[in-house]
């Protein structure tokens, strides 16, 4: 996949998520460290780039200003916290709304 496609549909997941959780798109994009509630949405986002979009973790950590470790630590915490149930449904509503906006425009 082309890079930029792939920063475009990370810059894509920052929107949704944003509106999904009601923060700041500007927050999830700063770089550096975030509150916990900031960087919990964020790796949520990273997670759903990589099992619904299929993006590579270079990809992801690309599109949101992250090194590829860091994308990798994400994918395995969201999973393992996936045990709770409350969070398994947030997790799961972002990637159905993740899926429904990439279906919609074609690019999945």
Not at 10 to 19: E, P
Not at 48 to 68: A, E, K, N, P, Q
Not at 80 to 94: C, G, H, L, Q, Y
């Amino acid at each position: 996949m082309k890079h930029d496609r792939a920063v475009e549909w990370c810059d894509c997941l920052i929107d949704i998520a944003a509106a999904l959780f009601n923060i700041s798109g500007k927050e999830l994009r700063r770089p550096g460290r975030s509150t916990l509630d900031i960087t919990r949405v964020r790796q949520i986002a990273m997670y759903v780039g990589h099992v619904v979009l299929r993006l590579t973790m270079s990809d992801v950590g690309r599109g949101f200003g992250r090194d590829r470790t860091t994308v990798l630590y994400a994918c395995h915490l969201i999973e393992d916290m996936r045990d709770d149930a409350d969070f398994d449904r947030i997790v799961a509503t972002m990637e159905r709304v993740a899926a429904a906006a990439f279906h919609e425009r074609g690019t999945i």
